[in-house]
C-alpha cells in the first residue's frame, strides 16, 4: 500500500510527522507522502519544517517518504502560481485541495488545479465531466477518497474516470492515526465507489508506479 495524502501538525494534523511515518509503517504501507496545507502564508515554511525531518531522519523509518503540499483554498486563478512557487521550493508532489462537498471551496478550483499541472486532484466532489476528460488528457489524478464527508461522491468520480479514461487515485487523507485505513477496508471502500475488483487492482498498480515514479524523479520548473 501507499499513501499519498497525508498530513500532520505542520497543518491540521494530531501527529508529528515521524510519528505518521512510523504509524504508516506499523498499518502496513511501504510508503507514504506528507502533503500538509499551504497557501501563500505557510508554503515556505512548511516545506522548510518537512524537508529537515526528510534529511535529518526520514530515510531512517524503513518506509519511503517523498514530500508534497495540498494547495488548500488558494483562488483559481492563483493555483497556478501556487503550483510553481511549490515546485520552486522542490517538492516532488503537489496535490490541490479540490471542490469536495463539505467544505466552501470556490468553484472552478477543480479545473484550475488541472490546468496547472497539479499531480493530484483531491476530493473533486461533483467533478464536470469536460474536467475529467480534461484530467484525462493531462495525466492528473483523481482521488478517491477514505475519509468521511469526502468520500460521499467517490462514486461519481470513478464513473466518470471510467467513462473518460481518466487515471484515479485511493487516498486516507489522513489527519490521525484512525485515518490510515489498513488494505481490507482501503479496497471496501473502492469496490463501494463502483469499481470492480480489476479496476482496484489496475488503481493499486498506478499508484504504486506514480509513487516510485516521483520517488526518483528530479524536480522540474
Excluded: W
Excluded at 489524478?141 to 468521511?148: A, M, N, V
Amino acid at each position: 500500500m501507499y499513501d499519498l495524502h497525508t498530513h500532520t501538525i505542520f497543518s491540521d494534523g494530531v501527529l508529528l510527522p515521524s510519528e505518521l511515518v512510523q504509524r504508516a509503517k506499523d498499518r502496513g504501507y511501504k510508503g507514504i507522502a506528507i502533503t500538509d496545507h499551504v497557501d501563500f502564508s505557510n508554503l515556505d515554511f512548511v516545506i522548510d519544517r518537512l524537508f529537515e525531518f526528510y534529511y535529518e531522519s526520514g530515510s531512517d523509518f524503513g518506509i519511503d517518504v517523498i514530500i508534497g503540499v495540498e494547495i488548500t483554498h488558494v483562488p483559481p486563478r492563483l493555483i497556478e502560481k501556487a503550483v510553481y512557487k511549490a515546485r520552486a521550493k522542490g517538492v516532488k508532489l503537489v496535490i490541490v485541495h479540490g471542490e469536495t462537498l463539505v467544505e466552501p471551496v470556490e468553484q472552478g478550483t477543480n479545473r484550475a488545479a488541472i490546468e496547472a499541472g497539479a499531480d493530484i486532484l483531491a476530493h473533486p466532489g461533483l467533478i464536470k465531466e469536460e474536467e475529467v476528460k480534461l484530467a484525462s488528457e493531462k495525466g492528473v489524478y483523481l482521488e478517491i477518497s477514505t475519509r468521511k464527508g469526502h468520500c460521499y461522491t467517490n462514486g461519481h468520480v470513478a464513473s466518470l474516470a471510467r467513462k473518460y479514461e481518466a487515471k484515479l487515485i485511493i487516498n486516507n487523507d489522513a489527519h490521525e492515526p484512525g485515518d490510515l485505513v489498513p488494505f481490507s477496508l482501503r479496497k471496501r471502500i473502492a469496490l463501494g465507489s463502483g469499481l470492480s475488483e480489476e479496476e482496484f487492482d489496475r488503481v493499486e498498480k498506478d499508484t504504486s508506479f506514480l509513487f516510485q515514479k516521483l520517488l526518483t524523479s528530479k524536480v522540474l520548473v
